[in-house]
């Protein structure tokens, strides 16, 4: 756990998240970095120190602007650090051993580059891993559960409107019957992607149980919730239920203008609207 904790800080840190500005940009501010780990470095006059040094900008093109950057300043690395390596030698010639060398010098900036990219994606698949649902790729409901309390807070305390729609389908039930229950996964896959596809960027979309997704509409009152629901039961239709017709989908919604109710009971009474075939419980 330490060492995921030391993982976290660190690529929260250097990590692309909290970088801003372009990579070029962010590229340019690794070189003037790196002119000024030069200086440093020649005044030391310690090849050590100076690979020390350069290791910084190098890892910071790396995670903030790219591995293609990082490989980048880490050739300029290596070539800087033998000139000033002649430089400080007084030997100016260039030979097949001075490239040799060269090379040499850029295979430990590589090697970081090439470790610290490596780092950081783990980090971002471990992270995305712990909020997603295996099979859809969609939100858990850990994950969903915080972003909806964030959002029930934000009504609370600002009045902005928010829908809950409860999607439930007969999936596993019908697949099953028909079909010995061999393609429930690619059927849930496809009402992902249908869901992903017609949603806005600024919902929430969480695969809560087998066959059942719940979607949080922010900003969203309940005429505008409607609309958006009729349009994905459009697509789940025309998608899916006009080649498997004994797979149907409800979707029910809870609106909410003011909401006095906790998480779990947002939920209930969405789920509670999709049973019942409503396609709209008024705003609360």
Known sequence: MRIERL???????????????????????????????????????????????????VSLAALRAGKVYGYMLSVISGGSMEILSLHTQKHFLFSIFTCLDIILSCLPFMLVVLLACSLQTAYEDRARASRTHNLTELLNIGYFREVLIKEIE???????????????????????????????????????????????????????????????????????????????????DEIITRHYPEIKFSIGIASFEKCPYSFMEVIDMAEMASRQSVVQQGSK
Not at 22 to 33: K, Q, T
Not at 196 to 210: G, I, Y
């Open 154 to 236: 934000r009504c609370r305390r600002f009045k902005h409107p928010f829908s809950i729609a409860y999607v439930a389908g007969n999936i596993y039930r019908q697949s099953r019957e028909n079909s010995g229950g061999y393609f429930e996964d690619g059927i849930l896959r496809l009402a992902a992607e249908c869901m992903r596809s017609t949603l806005r960027n600024t919902d929430f979309v969480a695969h809560v149980a087998s066959d059942e997704f719940v979607i949080l509409l922010t900003e969203t009152n309940g005429a505008a919730a409607g609309i958006a629901m009729d349009k994905l039961k459009s697509r789940l």
């Open 7 to 57: 993982e976290g800080i660190i690529i929260g840190f250097f990590g692309k998240r909290h970088g801003r500005g372009s990579p070029a940009a962010i590229f340019s501010y690794c070189i003037l970095l790196s002119v000024l780990m030069a200086f440093i470095g020649y005044l030391s006059g310690s090849k050590f120190g100076m690979t020390a040094l350069f290791l910084i900008p």
